[in-house]
C-alpha cells in the first residue's frame, strides 16, 4: 500500500477532473483499510 501511495503522490500534481477524484477516493480507501492485515488492493481494467 505504500508503494501505490508514493506514486499517488508523484502523480497527484498532474492529474484534475476525474482522475484526480480516484485519486483521492484511493488515498482515502488506503488510509481507512490499509493498515489491516490480509487486505488487498485488485486494479482491473486499463
Not at 508514493?6 to 492529474?15: R, S
Not at 488506503?30 to 486499463?46: E, K, N, S, V
Request: glycine residues 8%; aromatic residues 8%; negative net charge.
Amino acid at each position: 500500500m505504500s508503494a501505490v501511495l508514493q506514486e499517488l503522490a508523484t502523480i497527484q500534481p498532474e492529474l484534475d477532473g476525474v482522475a484526480l477524484g480516484t485519486a483521492r477516493a484511493l488515498r482515502v480507501l488506503i488510509a481507512t483499510y490499509g493498515d489491516r492485515p490480509h487486505r488487498y488492493l485488485w486494479f482491473i481494467g486499463d
